[in-house]
């Protein structure tokens, strides 16, 4: 029968709840077993696609086209598999739901409650990924923190799955605070003990407890936790601060995470085989040429808005025994007389995606620097839409150039609404989303990196380069080395006679992972390598930016 893992959270939010679960499933992986990671969300949001990204940070999207929390793009990356929109459930999307079987009259009357109807919805969705014979372990996080009022009903639902599928099949992992105070100088248990109370108080006794510190638990503070918390006490894991987030399954293992949490679920596996995840980790932290990125975006002061995006960075960097240096560009200030000051000093630029016009002019801005100074410039979505702006006003002589998304009176817009989009009333879930194939023109920098003439990337967009203009563009030196294989989209931009200018209208780094970097970004890399070393010779650039990701 497929065993359930419950990953709660306690005393304060952004303990690392999405962390600890996904290196969880690392390390069941690990040991031969299938696992499966899910997320629990309380707002009552169907989806995070219409937040703002101040709101929740990045919206992650799936291959079967699901907008998801951004905790999803943790668990794919530590496991290494795509996962499915059922991965993410929200209070809305359950809500949702039972009204339309109540509109529907399946309860046949019944006053619809929250026990047993919303609790028997939010229970279907998570057996639901149990229910695949492929399946062994189901790991699912709740969000938010114990104590939460719109936490109330999911956590009453995994208290009744106990009761559901068995004692020996579920284990609770709660994860918690051990603060040190400075005034007395030692670590403090009173908030852990206090938050185990409060979900005790909810009928679910935890199995685990992962302590998050600042610096080491010693076995004394541990007894205490065990004491009066009621767990043994080498269930108690101590999950210090780190400077690499891939090291977090290693010193999970190290601290006995998931010996106990196959005991508790009665598993007898081999130890897992954590050689090359090691491996990773420690090119990670020894690669010492320091590369410096430019990331001009709108939403620079959340990089969680961003994240997928620092971290197929991160990814490209280790298969370049490189490091990466951000440095955060707010575009709406590459807009003006000190535009070049934010660009200066630059050995690549990345203009990632977004909605809305705040920005835009500033982010064209810095494509023309990256243009005029042969300066490696990646466009991830937007970027790509930016970059054609540009390129159609400095190259094709279209000064009102423009999207028109941003200024629907323009007559020239080079970007313009999909046709399928036309009639879409409902913002939320109606993009282009998810997994599309893009065909590769042969010779282009983008084959190379690929190294096959077919892709499929994820994809999240309502825009698209307006084919009135593809003739022009490519009679002026912007290729379009990736389209849809009936040639009816522009899936990738770029210019042969640069160092490094390619632009996708899809997401690369939703498809990144640390131990299987993305080509574009491995490239990107690359690139900003070899024009840090002074060299010049564009053909040369093209071929060494093509390097081969680890294996």
């Known amino acids: 029968?497929?065993?359930?893992?419950?990953?709660t959270g306690g005393v304060t939010s952004s303990l690392g709840k999405g962390i600890t679960a996904a290196s969880l499933g690392r390390l069941l992986k690990s040991r031969g077993l299938r696992v499966v990671l899910q997320k629990l969300d309380p707002y009552i949001n169907v989806d995070p696609g219409t937040m703002n990204p101040f709101e929740h940070g990045e919206v992650y999207v799936t291959d079967d086209g699901g907008e998801t929390d951004l905790d999803l793009g943790h668990y794919e990356r530590f496991i290494g598999e795509s996962l499915r929109?059922?991965?993410?459930?929200?209070?809305?999307?359950?809500?949702?739901?039972?009204?339309?079987?109540?509109?529907?009259?399946?309860?046949?009357?019944?006053?619809?409650?929250?026990?047993?109807?919303?609790?028997?919805?939010?229970?279907?969705?998570?057996?639901?990924?149990?229910?695949?014979?492929?399946?062994?372990?189901?790991?699912?996080?709740i969000g938010g923190t114990v104590g939460d009022i719109e936490s109330l009903p999911f956590l009453e639902a995994i208290r009744q799955m106990r009761k559901d599928v068995g004692r020996e099949n579920t284990c609770y992992l709660h994860v918690t605070l051990v603060p040190y105070l400075s005034t007395s100088e030692e670590l403090k248990t009173k908030p852990t003990q206090h938050s185990v109370a409060e979900l005790r108080g909810r009928g679910i006794h935890p199995d685990v407890i992962v302590a998050r510190s600042d610096r080491e638990v010693d076995d004394a503070v541990r007894r205490k936790i065990s004491l009066f918390?009621?767990?043994?006490?080498?269930?108690?894991?101590?999950?210090?601060?780190?400077?690499?987030?891939?090291?977090?399954?290693?010193?999970?293992?190290?601290?006995?995470?998931?010996?106990?949490?196959?005991?508790?679920?009665?598993?007898?596996?081999?130890?897992?085989?954590?050689?090359?995840?090691?491996?990773?980790?420690?090119?990670?932290?020894n690669a010492t040429t320091p590369v410096k990125v430019g990331i001009v975006g709108k939403y620079v002061d959340l990089p969680d808005a961003y994240l997928s995006v620092v971290e197929a960075l991160s990814h490209g960097a280790m298969a370049n025994?490189?490091?990466?240096?951000?440095?955060?560009?707010?575009?709406?200030?590459?807009?003006?007389?000190?535009?070049?000051?934010?660009?200066?000093?630059?050995?690549?630029?990345?203009?990632?995606?977004?909605?809305?016009?705040?920005?835009?002019?500033?982010?064209?801005?810095?494509?023309?620097?990256?243009?005029?100074?042969?300066?490696?410039?990646l466009g991830l979505c937007l970027g790509l839409q930016c970059a054609v702006i540009e390129y159609a006003r400095t190259e094709l002589g279209l000064a009102?150039?423009?999207?028109?998304?941003?200024?629907?009176?323009?007559?020239?817009?080079?970007?313009?609404?999909?046709?399928?989009?036309?009639?879409?009333?409902?913002?939320?879930?109606?993009?282009?989303?998810?997994?599309?194939?893009?065909?590769?023109?042969?010779?282009?920098?983008?084959?190379?990196?690929?190294?096959?003439?077919?892709?499929?990337?994820?994809?999240?967009?309502?825009?698209?380069?307006?084919?009135?203009?593809?003739?022009?563009?490519?009679?002026?030196?912007?290729?379009?080395?990736?389209?849809?294989?009936?040639?009816?989209?522009?899936?990738?931009?770029?210019?042969?006679d640069h160092p490094f200018f390619i632009a996708s209208q899809f997401h690369p780094e939703l498809k990144s992972r640390p131990d299987d970097p993305h080509p574009l970004f491995v490239g990107f890399v690359a690139a900003a390598l070899i024009g840090k070393s002074g060299e010049t010779a564009v053909a040369e650039v093209a071929d060494r930016a093509a390097v081969e990701p680890p294996q």
Not at 346 to 374: C, H, Q, S, T
């Open 229 to 285: 918390c009621d767990v043994e006490s080498d269930a108690v894991i101590n999950a210090v601060d780190v400077s690499n987030i891939y090291a977090v399954p290693l010193a999970l293992h190290e601290g006995g995470l998931d010996d106990v949490v196959c005991r508790t679920l009665h598993i007898d596996t081999s130890e897992p085989d954590l050689a090359g995840w090691a491996a990773m980790v420690d090119r990670m932290d």
């Open 400 to 496: 009102d150039a423009h999207s028109s998304e941003f200024d629907p009176t323009t007559n020239n817009a080079v970007i313009d609404l999909m046709a399928d989009q036309r009639d879409v009333e409902d913002k939320g879930g109606t993009m282009r989303l998810g997994v599309y194939p893009a065909k590769l023109r042969e010779g282009s920098l983008a084959y190379k990196l690929y190294g096959e003439p077919l892709i499929y990337e994820r994809h999240r967009h309502r825009f698209e380069v307006a084919n009135r203009f593809r003739a022009d563009l490519e009679a002026v030196g912007l290729h379009a080395s990736g389209v849809s294989p009936d040639n009816r989209l522009v899936e990738i931009v770029e210019m042969p």
């Open 85 to 141: 929109r059922d991965s993410n459930v929200t209070t809305g999307a359950i809500y949702q739901s039972v009204i339309r079987k109540e509109r529907r009259g399946d309860y046949l009357g019944a006053t619809v409650q929250v026990i047993p109807h919303i609790t028997n919805e939010i229970k279907a969705r998570v057996r639901k990924l149990g229910d695949d014979d492929q399946i062994d372990i189901v790991i699912t996080e």
């Open 1 to 7: 029968m497929t065993k359930y893992v419950f990953v």
């Open 321 to 377: 025994d490189a490091s990466v240096e951000i440095r955060w560009i707010p575009a709406e200030e590459v807009d003006g007389l000190l535009a070049e000051s934010y660009l200066e000093g630059l050995d690549a630029i990345l203009v990632p995606g977004g909605f809305g016009i705040r920005g835009v002019e500033g982010k064209i801005r810095a494509i023309r620097y990256a243009r005029d100074n042969d300066i490696p410039f």
